[in-house]
DNA sequence: CAGAAAATGCAAGTCACTTGCATTTATTAT
DNA sequence: ATAATAAATGCAAGTGACTTGCATTTTCTG
């Protein structure tokens, strides 16, 4: 049973209102600003489970570093610039139908992928 | 300028034996069987190295657990078991074609992306 | 409103990886 | 070969993200 907390109702308000794709410590740093008592591990135990509700997405910006953003309604990938790290989402996923015959080529059932581009923005090329 | 060190073979020499792709820890504790007084360091120091010289991938087998396997001679994506870990590779990356669109919608400069698929082995099935 | 389960905050812990630095070792120029 | 020098190593200590245990607080349900 999941229920309605003030801490994370202001964790999932912090990546409503973001512009980019939030690191658990830049969420903990704003939602700190309402909540000064707020605990770290209360930020990853909610992240943890916004993920596993698929409510937010755990995007990877890079080795051992990520960010979180919330979930748009379909399947998404994302193309993050490696110099600022604005982030773009890239509309469809091209591998629904690559997946099928990797399957059946292997033999495994697969689950889940990782994709992720990485380059330079406009601005930052 | 690159040395050629005694450590840095045996690192190597474990990776080209094995059968499956390996963590940091694992390499270290086969590599120690030969040379019992290296440190982790050299074994972090020198997967950095080879993975920059593109002698071996770095893969990622969840979030923060990497493993290291020998490069094919060209690009490759993985499919790992979620369950045994046992991995297989994927012939064609399907993704040279998408790029150029991609590209062109974002005006990003595309100069990587990351590609993984998780799933479960016949065996674990 | 009481009781039970869930969530929080705090402190301490873990784990993978990194850094600084003195020492050793591989290459090179002599 | 040998000495000079630059790279690589090993060790110890450090970092940083995340986790865990536990007592306390809070939400929800009956």
């Known amino acids: 049973m999941v229920r309605k907390t003030k801490q994370r109702q202001a964790i999932l308000t912090v990546i409503q209102n973001a512009a980019k794709p939030l690191s658990a410590r830049e969420i903990y740093n704003m939602v700190k600003v309402q909540h000064p008592s707020i605990a770290?591990?209360?930020?990853?135990?909610?992240?943890?489970?916004?993920?596993?509700?698929?409510?937010?997405?755990?995007?990877?910006?890079?080795?051992?570093?990520?960010?979180?953003?919330?979930?748009?309604?379909?399947?998404?990938?994302?193309?993050?610039?490696?110099?600022?790290?604005k982030t773009v989402s890239v509309?469809?996923?091209?591998?629904?139908?690559?997946?099928?015959?990797?399957?059946?080529?292997?033999?495994?059932?697969?689950?889940?992928?990782?994709?992720q581009l990485y380059g330079y923005c406009r601005n930052c090329r």
Do not use: M, W
């Open 91 to 115: 509309k469809k996923c091209p591998f629904d139908v690559f997946a099928a015959k990797v399957a059946a080529d292997t033999g495994y059932e697969i689950v889940a992928h990782d994709f």
């Open 40 to 85: 770290l591990t209360t930020i990853y135990r909610n992240l943890d489970l916004l993920t596993e509700q698929q409510v937010v997405s755990k995007l990877r910006v890079r080795d051992n570093e990520y960010s979180y953003i919330l979930n748009a309604k379909e399947h998404r990938h994302y193309l993050v610039c490696l110099s600022c790290h």
